[in-house]
């Protein structure tokens, strides 16, 4: 009898689970189109505009001048050059380096004819990409140039590359091993640069790609780009 009730008095439990109590409250509402008719609210204006002005003078700074217009392509362009030989000549003071190796894709947008600011180099570098030097042997050093050979062209500096069909030469010396300067996001297998998980040792630099190209074009009156065929294919 007992085992009875208790079934019944479970029973009523799940029931009462089930069945939620559910309260609705009235709403209305109207929509707000957001496009250029739309009026700034001085009072939250005048909360930021400060912020805004402050970041405006620090963006707007002109660092140095382009003598021409320069955007990125493959297999090689003048902005992607200078990009990498900038990171190799600023690292190659501290470090043992080959060659760099930066991505194609990393780089976001161009450089200007005339006055370079700082707004323009954030703009081609967005990301807190740091730089590392990456160890590699000789076997995934093959690895590389065959991704190389069907990518169309990444930033290199310290090396020439050149594809004919399936054979690659290349100008760096017999080596058991290469150290490779490159992003914290490609040594860690981004852009599906798999052959750094070969990697026999990784120095951290602590450096910055943006932090560098900063640097350089503070230090300069004018950006000198080359176009020296680094990057050939016949």
Not at 52 to 69: G, H, K, P, R
Not at 107 to 129: D, H, Y
Not at 131 to 155: C, M, Q, R, T, W
Request: charged letters at 20%; glycine letters at 4%; one cysteine or more.
């Amino acid at each position: 009898m007992k085992a009875y009730i208790f079934t019944i008095i479970l029973c009523i439990s799940i029931s009462s689970c089930k069945n939620k109590l559910e309260v609705q409250f009235p709403f209305s509402g109207t929509s707000l189109i957001i496009d250029s008719t739309l009026k700034p609210d001085s009072s939250i204006v005048a909360i930021y505009q400060p912020y805004q002005l402050a970041l405006d003078s620090i963006m707007n700074e002109v660092l140095c001048y382009s003598t021409q217009y320069l955007e990125k392509s493959q297999p090689e362009s003048r902005l992607s050059n200078w990009m990498a030989d900038v990171c190799l000549k600023t690292v190659n003071k501290d470090y043992i380096l080959n060659f760099c190796l930066l991505n194609y894709g990393g780089i976001r947008s161009t450089l200007p004819q005339g006055a370079v600011s700082t707004k323009n180099i954030f703009q081609i570098m967005p990301f807190e990409n740091e730089l590392v030097i990456v160890e590699i042997p000789d076997s995934s050093f093959i690895k590389a140039l065959e991704y190389l050979k069907y990518s169309n062209g990444h930033p290199i500096s310290g090396i020439k590359l050149n594809i004919k069909d399936d054979i690659i030469t290349h100008s760096m010396p017999s080596l058991k091993s290469v150290h490779i300067l490159t992003s914290d996001y490609l040594a860690n297998g981004g852009d599906q640069m798999s052959f750094f998980a070969d990697s026999l040792s990784m120095v951290k630099t602590n450096l910055k790609i943006r932090d560098i190209l900063l640097a350089e074009c503070k230090a300069i009156d004018s950006l000198r780009t080359i176009l020296d065929n680094r990057f050939v294919y016949e």
